[in-house]
């Protein structure tokens, strides 16, 4: 509800200590001028609360001494500017001394338990976001357990089998262990890689390292990487002809992709099709100098790759569309294996790349829209030598 | 045939018992070592055919006691990675290693490897023409046929394809392969190597979206496979 001003508030209590004392003592001062230019229609007294207004604004946002010493500079300005004799720190009557002291105690209380409140709103954010993470926790172990567990338990029992009861197996229930073994390991293997990426995203350490690639030899690695769960699909690939060259960081791409497609190879049924399809997407900005555009200038120009996939699959029930880029998503009812970690993968490598991934539902299946934008080179579509 | 000897420098007891076990089986003399001081004394007092050597040692870091082996000992060296790290594997190869394995690898991948690796270092047999499956280059009169028919490569193509045949089975990785068909200037062009390596693709491979020969090793560099 209120994490929007609350945003806010945090951004402004990023900036420096420094630029914290000149804002307060600014705010103040521009005031006060305010109040002065005012001062044949507002009594001193009702000065003394606007002034105690500004100080509890700035206590809202700026750490406590900043504040202190608004609220030390709004007295004195009161005091110089309001409580007659005008433009002397001598106060009149008894009366207007006391009303000082009090202003004077008020802004310093005012200023004090503002920013106790700030800092008691502050810990309790923090102590949900503690909540959060140990629930993330829980999820992350839950679905580790089971997801790192099943290949483990596949692995002992096989090895056990193979080692304690060698004479009873037939040549054949050894090999299918044997194969097993294999099995669980690679996709143990494959969980760990996972793992390994998402805590790479989490440290925020992935920085793409860019080099030019062919992106059809980029697709069909993929393609062929996953030749064993692709093998009863239909897989459409369909590659712009003319495709420039990109820059990218290939490792992170191929991961991108692979998640997709292996996703996609997992829901959509057996003989129905999967498409895969690239494309460059050229944004062009003009100097608008004449009215046509052919006879305007090209100030700058953006490619993007494009990359869609689509698949024949349940697609995503509609309020969750968002959702499915969270770390450990997964839908209530799947049943096939997953940390959840697959699409949060997606999205951390697409947007280190400053691109975007979109997730639409179409008439059986759902789609997949990757825009990364990237330099071009069409050097492999020059005639060489 | 004299039996190759292998030694093995890896501090993962499991790892150098499956090794050992592996390449006995298939005929290797296998010897290993603990930690990098313990490797580099049985190299230099029985000089192997080939050196398998893991990067993280507990003693020394892996990276060090290849540029101390490379000083004099000039037979293969593999690299074993534990993690995919593109810059650590093009380091060590740069830093004179032959090839690299991540691991888990294959048992297959292994053998290939070191079966590639020791060919390397076997005296040339002076034929100059290299039989590949479909494919057969003649290094004398620089000609290249695909099913018996003459293939038409420009003299890029040809220079890359010939150094690769005369690697087969090795990573290249993109500098080299850079700096020796472009020249030094040309290190950080790697969209030119993209280009010509899709060419060549066109030209030999049977389907150049699934490639049999040329095999792009991601991140690193490409590797010619010629034999089974």
Not at chain 1, 225 to 247: A, D, F, G, S, V
Not at chain 2, 134 to 146: F, G, N, S, Y
Not at chain 2, 219 to 228: L, P
Request: hydrophobic fraction near 40%; proline fraction near 4%; charge should be negative.
């Amino acid at each position: 509800m209120y994490s929007i001003p609350l945003g806010m508030l945090r951004q402004l209590s990023k900036i420096s200590k420094a630029n914290q004392f000149l804002a307060g003592i600014g705010l103040i001062l521009v005031v006060s001028g305010i109040c002065y230019f005012f001062s044949d229609y507002l009594g001193y007294k009702v000065v003394a609360f606007i002034l105690l207004l500004t100080v509890s604004l700035i206590a809202i946002v700026f750490d406590i001494l900043p504040v202190l010493a608004a609220s030390l500079l709004s007295a004195l300005a009161w005091n110089f500017f309001f409580i007659p004799p005008k433009f002397t720190f001598h106060i009149g009557s008894a009366e207007d001394g006391f009303l000082f002291l009090m202003y004077f105690i008020i802004a310093f209380i005012n200023a004090v338990l503002t920013n106790r409140i700030r800092k008691i709103e502050q810990q309790v954010v923090e102590k949900e976001e503690k909540a959060r993470t140990v629930k993330l926790y829980n999820t992350l172990l839950n679905s580790l357990s089971h997801e790192l567990k099943t290949p483990i338990a596949t692995i002992v029992g096989a090895t056990d089998n193979l080692i304690t009861a060698q004479s009873n197996l037939s040549d054949d229930n050894r090999k299918e262990l044997a194969e097993n073994i294999s099995v669980a390991a690679l996709r143990l293997n494959q969980q760990v890689e996972n793992l390994l990426s998402m805590s790479r995203l989490e440290s925020g350490f992935i920085q793409p390292k860019k080099d030019w690639y062919d992106i059809s030899e980029l697709i069909y690695a993929v393609i062929n990487r996953l030749e064993q769960q692709l093998k009863n699909h239909k897989t459409i690939i369909h590659i712009e002809e003319n495709l420039p060259l990109y820059r990218l960081d290939y490792g992170l791409m191929e991961q991108v992709l692979y998640n997709l497609l292996y996703n996609a190879s997992i829901y959509t049924p057996d003989y129905a099709d999967i498409s895969i399809s690239a494309k460059n997407h050229a944004e062009r900005i003009y100097n608008l100098d004449t009215a046509t555009r052919e006879h305007s200038e090209i100030k700058n120009e953006y490619s993007y790759l494009s990359l869609v996939i689509e698949d024949r699959g349940p697609g995503f029930p509609p309020g969750e569309l968002e959702k499915v880029f969270d770390k450990f998503y997964r839908l209530d009812h799947s049943s096939t294996g997953g940390t959840g970690l697959g699409l949060s993968i997606v999205k951390g490598f697409v947007e280190s790349h400053n691109g975007t991934v979109l997730l639409e539902n179409v008439p059986h299946g759902s789609r997949f829209t990757i825009m990364i934008p990237a330099e071009t080179s069409y050097i492999n579509n020059l005639k060489n030598e | 045939m004299n039996k190759a000897a292998i030694l093995v420098i890896d501090d993962e007891v499991q790892i150098r018992r499956l090794l050992e076990i592996t390449l006995e089986s298939n005929h290797f003399n296998v010897e290993s070592a603990e930690t990098a001081k313990e490797g580099l004394r049985i190299a230099a007092s029985h000089p192997p055919d080939l050196i398998i050597l893991d990067l993280g040692l507990p003693d020394e870091n892996g990276h060090n006691l290849l540029k101390k082996l490379r000083e004099w000992y000039t037979n293969p060296v593999l690299i074993l990675s534990v993690q995919n790290d593109e810059d650590d594997i093009v380091k060590a190869l740069d830093n004179g290693a032959n090839d690299y394995l991540v691991k888990p690898f294959r048992t297959g991948e292994l053998l290939a490897r070191i079966r590639s690796a020791l060919r390397s270092t076997a005296p040339e047999d002076n034929n100059p023409v290299i039989d590949c499956k479909d494919l057969q280059i003649d290094l004398a009169t620089r000609t290249v046929k695909k099913n018996n028919e003459l293939v038409k490569l420009t003299a890029t193509e040809y220079k890359l394809l010939s150094l690769f045949t005369r690697q087969e089975g090795k990573v290249l990785t993109h500098q080299y392969l850079l700096r020796e068909v472009w020249g030094p200037g040309y290190i950080n062009q790697s969209q030119y190597l993209r280009v010509f390596i899709a060419q060549l693709r066109k030209k030999i491979e049977k389907d150049p979206n699934r490639p049999a020969y040329i095999i792009t090793e991601s991140g690193v560099g490409y590797r010619f496979i010629a034999k089974e």
